[in-house]
C-alpha cells in the first residue's frame, strides 16, 4: 500500500489464506462504521447473509421460521431473509387439507438461489419419518449445485414440525441432515445450548439436539411459548456460528 501524501512504500506479507480474509473482512467493517455509503462491496462483504427456507402445509412450520427469522436478524453483521419452497399439491387436494394460506410477503425461492447465501436453516414437516415431499423435490432441483460442490463448506441448520413424538421428532431430523452431506455443507445441531428449556419435563415440547421443532398434533395445537423461545434462540445461535464461520474462511 503507498500513501497518497508519503514517499514510504508499506509492504503486507500474508503466511495464510485467511489472514487476507480477516484483514479485508476487518477492514470493510471500518470502513462501514466511518463512511456507510463509501463501499457497497465491502458493506456487502461484512455482512453474513442467511437464508431461511421452508415449506409449511398448515402454518406450524411458518411460525417457527418467523422466529428463527427474527433471532437471526439479531445478531449483528447479519442480515437473514425468509424464503418459502414452492407448493407441488394440485389446489384440489390442498383444500380436502385446509391447507393454511401460503403468505404474500414470503417469497418462493428455486433452488439455484441458495449459492447466493453464506448460510441456511431449513424448516419442514414431517411426513413418514422424513421432511415432507416438496422439500425433497426442492433439493431433487439443486443437482446444478451439487455437481459444482457450491455450497460445500457452508453452514446448515434445521428445524421441523411433527404430528406427535412417535411422527419423527428425531428421525426426520437425522434423513435430512443427508441432504446437507452431500452437498458438502457444515451441519450445525443445536446441542444442549439451549439450557434448561432442553430439559423441560412439566410439558410437551417438540425439538431436539438436532435442531429446533414443534408439535402439530392432529393440526389444532400451534407451537407453545417454549418451542418459540427455542426458536429464536436457534436462530440467533446458528446466524453467529455462521458469522464465525464467514469470517474466518479463506478467500
Not at 403468505?103 to 421432511?131: H, K, N, T, W, Y
Not at 460442490?149 to 453452514?155: F, N, V
Not at 441432515?177 to 412439566?202: D, N, R
Request: charged share 20%.
Amino acid at each position: 500500500m503507498v500513501g497518497q501524501n508519503s514517499s514510504h512504500v508499506i509492504i503486507i506479507i500474508f503466511t495464510k489464506p485467511e489472514h487476507i480474509h480477516n484483514f479485508i473482512y476487518r477492514g470493510s467493517l471500518r470502513l462501514r462504521d466511518k463512511n456507510p455509503s463509501l463501499c457497497p462491496k465491502l458493506q456487502a462483504m461484512a455482512v453474513t447473509k442467511i437464508y431461511i427456507v421452508y415449506y409449511s402445509l398448515h402454518g406450524h412450520v411458518e411460525t417457527m421460521a418467523r422466529e428463527v427469522l427474527r433471532g437471526a436478524n439479531e445478531v449483528p453483521d447479519v442480515e437473514a431473509t425468509l424464503w418459502q419452497i414452492p407448493e407441488t399439491l394440485p389446489e384440489k387436494i390442498l383444500e380436502k387439507v385446509q391447507a393454511a394460506p401460503r403468505p404474500d410477503d414470503v417469497p418462493e425461492i428455486q433452488g439455484e438461489q441458495l449459492g447466493e447465501a453464506d448460510g441456511f436453516m431449513f424448516g419442514f414437516p414431517s411426513r413418514f419419518g422424513v421432511m415432507a415431499s416438496q422439500v425433497m423435490t426442492f433439493f431433487d432441483n439443486t443437482s446444478d449445485l451439487w455437481t459444482s460442490q457450491a455450497l460445500a463448506g457452508k453452514p446448515a441448520g434445521i428445524f421441523w414440525s411433527t404430528g406427535f413424538h412417535g411422527g419423527g421428532q428425531e428421525l426426520t431430523a437425522l434423513t435430512a441432515v443427508t441432504k446437507l452431506a452431500h452437498h458438502g455443507m457444515i451441519f450445525v445441531p443445536l446441542g444442549y445450548t439451549f439450557g434448561k428449556g432442553m430439559y423441560e419435563m412439566g410439558e410437551v415440547k417438540g425439538g431436539s439436539p438436532y435442531g429446533s421443532g414443534t408439535y402439530a398434533a392432529d393440526g389444532s395445537r400451534e407451537p407453545t411459548e417454549l418451542e418459540i423461545e427455542q426458536a429464536n434462540y436457534h436462530g440467533k445461535y446458528f446466524a453467529g456460528i455462521a458469522k464465525k464461520l464467514k469470517k474466518r474462511s479463506p478467500v
